[in-house]
């Protein structure tokens, strides 16, 4: 998600308070919300997906390896 679109939820969430929003407006704010949440999930997993952990026995492991890299969504 850019900029825009975070800019857009911000901006349609100041009007939901001032003076409330249309259907149209509601359901675009819905979907600009999944499509933040899903980005932020995204991003978590890959970052997740390159860290390196150390066993109790000295192994180092990469999480994404151990746990399976997820390439569709």
Known sequence: MN???ID???ELYRKSKAEGLTETER????????EFVAN????L???LDHIDMVDE???VYNLGERHGRETAN
């Open 45 to 47: 997993k890959a970052q």
């Open 57 to 59: 026995d000295g192994a």
């Open 40 to 43: 932020v999930r995204k991003n």
């Open 27 to 34: 359901k675009e704010q819905a979907l600009l919300r999944q």
């Open 3 to 5: 900029q825009q679109g």
């Open 8 to 10: 857009r939820i911000n």
